[in-house]
């Protein structure tokens, strides 16, 4: 029997799960998508492709691989075939690679205006949605009013859409809001969609993925999003709306704890975060800048700048005492390569008083307590074993690991497959 092992972003998402996934897709024969929806973009690059994907696994790019849309995603089908065109124009066999759980539930066009209206009515304190759908999805989920996938394959598929959009459509009603957006026509492009996926394999995920895990195959669960934007343990309200620490693979797959095997806890050796909401090390300076131009941080979903700022300490260890981390996985130090000096926050000041720990109050007055390192004034990019990395960069590695406690097995250097460092 394998285990399940789980990749998760540590931070605000766009970590690099992604570029992971694909990468230890190599020894994973299955990768499993398990919460989040088309809010996320992995992007992966191999040779002179780059592709980004949102609701596709990142398995789908290795040859013989099963990519599994497990039920605690949310599928948007107009997005889906989108997507799946463009990786078949690639010339990848996309059909025979992905299957999609019955139980997942839809996204549908109505869903993306009550997310706008929802932003609009916020007002200065709107959350910074990706406006994919994805709060009002959930929410119709919990509420127990959803649309799933093997919904489409009942006679009656059209009766409940028109129910559900009848309950959209009295929401929309009570706000004062209008939004450019030809309803009719994204209706009718959807249901096309939604026959679309009648195309691939449908199936009871969480069967066929205990019974794969039974037949000795390993799976990969990758997550989407970040720990920090968990909708329980995030910066509450500015998280988004499904469980993205480890926690959330088992519901949203339908598999035990205790099959669970490694963790992965993907983090960046910054942070950066899209949206809005607290971000305690934000620097909003020409260093901040610097990082967002020379880390192309730019939302690979919605291409809106990413805020960016140092390593947060306190953070990495919420997330990876939520999610019982196993190994770390460290993403773009590249990116501070030449800078004279890079900093950590090792604790905060809440409020005046010392603490490393995540506060609950996300109007707190968080003041980050920084530990400073030498920057390693070398190309990490060209770095292909251990050995060749600079004294400096082994400092501020090993200094992480002793803080969080977990060991750093992965580096990744540079956008490619093969700028990676896989330690003993
Ligand atoms: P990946 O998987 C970064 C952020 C949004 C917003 C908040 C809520 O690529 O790491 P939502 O659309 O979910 O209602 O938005 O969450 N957000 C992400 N930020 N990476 C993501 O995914 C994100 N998915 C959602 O910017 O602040
Ligand atoms: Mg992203």
Redesign the pocket.
Known sequence: MKTLDVVL?LQ????G?GKIVDVLAERYPVVARFQ?GP????SIHFGNTSFVLHSVPSGVFREGSINIIGNGVVLDPTIFREECQAIEALGVPVRERVKIAKRTNLIVPTHKLL?AADEAALGKSK??????G??PAYSDKTGRNGLRVGDILGGDFKEKYDILKHKHMLRLGQYDFTFPFDLEKAEEQWFRDAEYIKGFDIIDGEYEVNSLLGSDKAILAEG???SM?DVDFGSYP????SSTACAGACTGLGVAPSRIGKVYGVFKAYCTR????PFPTELGDATGELMRQRGHEFG??TGRPRRTGWLDIPALKFAVMLSGVTELVMMKADVLDGFETVRVACGYRVDGVRTDRVPYDVYAEVEPVYKEFKGWKCDLENCRREEDLPAEFMEYIRYIEREVGVPISILSLGPDRDQTIIRK
Do not use: R
């Open positions: 972003g605000w998402g766009d970590e799960k989040g809010n996320a973009g992995h997310d959350i910074g949605s990706t406006l994919k994805i709060g989407a999003q970040g934007l500015f998280v988004t709306s899209v949206g809005s909401g690979a979903t």
